[in-house]
């Protein structure tokens, strides 16, 4: 009777790891970027791929990241005491990023 027990416990224990596992997937598949309060770091990688579509939905065939992606990142960073620099890639085709003023002047300011 309790190995059933230790075997139930063990399948929610696998069951809260694939939901983590996937989360953390779906974060990197979303957002280019893991979970920022996971990394023990005193400096904190923001990746842009692409144009930072915001106002006007880009088609489909571009690559881009988003602005709700961008700025809640950006906060973070700036509110966690414990990052002390932001590396910012830039990776977009052409050679040039297409950002609004409001990301320009936010990364200005940290």
């Not at 144009?51 to 006007?56: K, L, P, R, S, V």
Request: net charge negative; glycine share 8%.
């Amino acid at each position: 009777m309790s190995s059933d027990t230790g075997n139930v416990k063990s399948d929610k224990q696998d069951e809260k790891n694939v939901d983590s596992r996937n989360k953390e997937l779906n974060n990197i598949k979303e957002l280019g970027n893991t979970d920022l309060s996971l990394i023990k770091s005193n400096i904190q990688c923001l990746t842009i791929i692409g144009q930072i579509e915001g106002h006007a939905v880009l088609p489909p065939q571009n690559k881009s990241t988003k602005y709700e992606h961008v700025i809640p990142q950006l906060v973070e960073i700036e509110e966690n005491k414990d990052i002390e620099g932001l590396l910012i890639i830039l990776n977009t085709v052409g050679g040039d990023v297409e950002a609004g003023l409001a990301i320009a002047e936010m990364i200005n300011s940290l």
